[in-house]
């Protein structure tokens, strides 16, 4: 085992597995990914069509982005909670994106 392995799994607590837990990370995941791409999508069509939109959308859109990326990075199977906070944000954005896209 390399010194870098033992960093990673040195950084892992202790904790019970199970297949709903880890259903529920890989379903928040997903539907993070799909909160993304429904941000990329808008500020795509902000630079191929940019007065259609105002800057305070383009800015929160971007920062909803960066936010969502961020969520996904720290998602852990090990943190229910976490997992059920990000599941419900996700559901918020994915109603917000489809309010905007119709």
Not at 37 to 55: C, I, K, R
């Amino acid at each position: 085992m390399t010194a870098e392995d033992e960093t990673v799994l040195g950084g892992l607590a202790p904790f019970v597995w199970d297949d709903a837990t880890a259903a529920d990370c890989e379903t928040a995941v997903e539907e993070v990914n799909q909160v993304v791409g429904g941000y990329a999508s808008l500020l795509s069509a902000a630079v191929d069509e940019p007065a259609a939109f105002t800057e305070t959308e383009i800015t929160t859109w971007r920062a909803q982005l960066q936010a969502f990326v961020a969520r996904r990075q720290a998602l852990r199977p090990d943190q229910p909670e976490t997992i059920a906070q990000t599941r419900r944000a996700a559901a918020e954005a994915l109603r917000y994106l489809q309010s905007i896209r119709g």
